[in-house]
């Protein structure tokens, strides 16, 4: 039996309302994207500075400093911040 990749979940909130969900594997360099109800999967791309992933018509930035930023539907790019969870 094969073990299963680590993984890493976040939720983002973003200031024009949007609000999305982003998944990483370890060993893959795909973001996997819960967005507006729909399942995206992002290949990743050259970035300057951070992280660049992009693909269907949304484009996802997480820059080293700064904001996330999420562009989608032809939406104007919009700053996003992870949903902390509340402590147990």
């Given amino acids: ?5 680590a993984q890493t979940f976040q939720t983002y909130h973003c200031a024009d309302g949007t609000q999305f969900i982003v998944g990483f594997y370890d060993g893959d360099k795909r973001a996997f994207l819960q967005i507006d109800g729909e399942p995206v999967t992002l290949a990743r791309r050259l970035a300057v500075s951070g992280a660049r992933y992009s693909g269907a018509g949304v484009t996802l ?6 904001p ?7 939406r104007p790019v919009t700053a996003c911040a992870v949903i902390e969870k509340p402590a147990i």
């Fill in 68 to 74: 996330t930023m999420v562009k989608h539907l032809k």
């Fill in 1 to 5: 039996m094969r073990p299963t990749n």
């Fill in 61 to 66: 930035k997480i820059p080293k400093t700064g």
